[in-house]
């Protein structure tokens, strides 16, 4: 087995996420390169430190640039806020490292089109992390849909909720909640939780070819972490939109912070002329299922639990009928990866893959905004 140089930067929520993955793959998935975790990255020195301590990083830096000007480093893993990406991901293309950067790729297409051209004028391997679609039952649900037992695409229905920003008093910009801070994040539930459902679309279901939104902020003003002064909030709190894709089905999509008792709740629904099928993060082992053609009197929505060996990525882990969880997402796609890297084949999605979603959200925020339907950018 071949080694691979990880250079990680960022190690809050997803920085843990990543790290699990880079050091659980080569003990699941068989490999022709194994992640080192070479190198742990953050610009706060006492987190960087303890996370190598806690998950075996052999050294510490706290300038991305540092690390980046490594020839130590093959790999560079992104899990920065959003207003990072762009400028980490520019300047580790031009060093020659491979990417794995986490989502949404950018704030906006605009700012997420360079980054596209800078991987690809490296020719370095990149990758965006939209973990959802590696949750074995989603997968799954790609494999129906294009064994074709869904036939024709009628409706895509798809949100995801959450209940976390209510207080008036919480305020933005920081830790986590740079989430709340336009500046950070770009957006709101946008491009933070809309970009996970509209990266399972664009997947299972096409292009989206244009959209009319709705978004609010419920909270108009909050102490802002890092000025310690009330500053205007420039986020989405929620957004509502309704989609045309090309492939002519209809779309809704909605996704909020204010969703009194959800705490992630990403649900998606698809409707076919000869089936459906449903998911639900809350229960993401399981599968719903709904075939017409089956015989009337067994005829219903069917729950499929999705821990076979024969269901997507279920041989590599424990015996038929025992799950897994949120993690393992993050441990499929890294293997995915690892094996683009292999055999020349690149793991979607790229960074050309998500820029578009990107400019699904783009267009969204533009249609809130206008009023109208807008076209979306391919
Ligand atoms: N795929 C998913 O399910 C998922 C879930 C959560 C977050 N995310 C994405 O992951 C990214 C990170 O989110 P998070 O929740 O881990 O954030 P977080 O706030 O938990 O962690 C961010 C870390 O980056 C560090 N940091 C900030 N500026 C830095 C700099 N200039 N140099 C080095 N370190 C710096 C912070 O100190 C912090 O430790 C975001 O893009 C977010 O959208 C994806």
């Known amino acids: ?25 080569a003990n699941f998935f068989d490999l022709e390169y194994q992640p080192v975790l070479k190198a742990i990255c953050d610009a706060n020195a006492e987190r960087a430190a303890a996370h190598a301590a806690r998950w075996g990083f052999e050294s510490v830096e706290t300038d991305y640039r540092k690390l980046l000007a490594r020839k130590d480093i093959d790999l560079v893993d992104i899990c920065l ?25 950018a704030r906006t297409g605009d700012e997420a089109e360079p980054m596209v051209a800078a991987v690809e004028k490296a020719g370095v391997p990149n990758f965006v992390s939209f973990n959802y679609r590696r949750i074995p039952a989603v997968t799954l649900a790609k494999q129906l849909i294009d064994e074709g037992r869904l036939g024709r695409i009628f409706h895509y229905r798809a949100k995801f909720l959450q209940d976390w920003t209510i207080s008036k008093d919480l305020p933005q910009g920081g830790d986590a909640l740079w989430r709340l801070d336009v500046k950070a994040a770009g957006s709101g539930v946008t491009g933070d ?11 299972l279901n096409g292009h989206v070819a244009s959209v009319t939104a709705m978004t609010e902020t419920f909270i108009k003003e909050r102490k802002h972490n890092l000025t310690g002064k009330v500053e205007a909030v420039g986020i989405d709190d929620a957004c509502a939109f309704l989609a045309r894709f090309a492939n002519g089905s209809l779309a809704t999509f909605e996704s909020t912070r204010y969703a009194r008792g959800h705490k992630a709740l990403y649900t998606f629904e698809i409707n076919g002329e000869h089936a459906s099928i449903a998911w639900d993060l809350h229960d993401l082992h399981r599968l719903s299922f709904f075939d017409h053609r089956d015989t009337g009197v067994v005829r219903g929505w069917r729950s499929i639990h999705v821990t076979d060996g024969d269901h997507p990525y279920m041989k590599h882990w424990w015996v038929p009928g025992l799950s897994i969880g949120f993690e393992h997402s993050f441990v499929h796609q890294l293997a995915d990866f690892l094996n683009g890297i292999a055999t020349g084949k690149p793991a979607s999605p790229t960074f050309r893959e998500g820029l578009g979603t990107q400019y699904v959200c783009d267009a969204v925020l533009k249609s809130a905004a206008t009023g109208r339907w807008e076209q979306v950018k391919t």
Do not use: Q, Y
Not at 14 to 24: F, L
Not at 82 to 105: F, R, S, Y
Not at 193 to 203: E, Q
């Open 1 to 25: 087995m071949k080694t691979l140089n990880v250079g990680l930067i960022g190690c809050g929520f997803m920085g843990r996420a990543h790290s699990n993955a880079h050091r659980k793959v």
């Open 193 to 203: 939780l809309l970009a996970h459902c509209i990266d399972t679309a664009l997947w």
């Open 81 to 105: 806020p959003n207003n990072l990406h762009a400028e980490v991901a520019i300047a580790a293309a031009e060093a020659g490292k491979m990417i794995l950067c986490e989502k949404p790729l």
